[in-house]
């Protein structure tokens, strides 16, 4: 268990609809990052916030937006979505904005139909 | 652009020899290189890493190689495990962490009993 809490871990929703993705990190990490990874690809990263605000930004579609909120949990919201945004989405935390040994959630499985 | 390439999509060894696991990077600025293990239905777990003023790093069975000439990483795991069949993901990251970490696609290692 590696202390990083994603829900839910399966969704299954119709394409054009809104879904939201939660993260809570280990208690204490400030930095959050979320990840994508679709079918045999690596992991593709999307976007880090430390401490609320926003830190980087990966290959994140406009359609996709994140925060982090004051009790260090985060939210990813995906829109419109399309066939092609299934994919596994991980959030991982580290207790510094140093994106070195970051622990990792189990994923929330995303299926559009 | 695939900047941290693992070229064998998958590689089997017999339980209690050497497992060989390559990756190649083409952006000379990464600094810190990192090897993830993944089972499946669970989220990726940091392994080992290095940093580019070294060019080995040993903990326990896994050690990693580095090579910046060429832009070589490799883990070893010596003797292999039946626990050790997972995918194994090799990351990169520049200025020591400080940014985010770029990942292959990915070894899937099976170990035969």
């Known amino acids: 268990d590696s202390g990083v809490t994603q829900t839910p871990k399966h969704l299954i929703t119709a394409t054009g609809q809104r879904v939201t993705l939660r993260c809570s990190p280990r208690s204490g990490d400030l930095s959050v990052y979320w990840y994508q990874q679709s079918l045999d690809q690596g992991l593709q990263f999307l976007i880090q916030y430390y401490n609320g605000e926003e830190r980087a930004k990966g290959n994140i579609l406009e359609r996709f937006s994140a925060q982090q909120f004051p009790d260090l949990h985060s939210e990813l919201n995906l829109s419109s979505l399309e066939l092609g945004d299934s994919a596994l989405y991980f959030c991982?935390?580290?207790?510094?904005?140093?994106?070195?040994?970051?622990?990792f959630g189990q994923g929330t499985r995303l299926t559009v139909v | 652009d695939q900047q941290v390439k693992q070229n064998s999509p998958s590689l089997s060894v017999q339980e209690g020899r050497i497992s060989i696991l390559n990756c190649d990077y083409t952006?000379?600025?990464?600094?810190?290189f990192l090897w993830y293990k993944k089972y499946p239905a669970e989220g990726p777990t940091f392994l080992i890493s290095i940093s580019s003023i070294k060019d080995k790093n040993e903990d326990g069975r896994f050690t990693v190689f580095l090579n910046k000439s060429a832009k070589h990483l490799s883990l070893h795991i010596v003797p292999s495990q039946p626990g050790d069949s997972a995918v194994y993901f090799c990351?990169?990251?520049?200025?020591?962490?400080?940014?985010?970490?770029?990942f292959g696609t990915g070894t899937r290692l099976t170990i035969i009993p």
């Open positions: 991982a935390s580290s207790p510094v904005v140093m994106n070195t040994e970051a622990f």
């Open positions: 952006n000379s600025m990464f600094d810190y």
């Open positions: 990351a990169a990251n520049r200025n020591f962490g400080n940014e985010k970490l770029t």
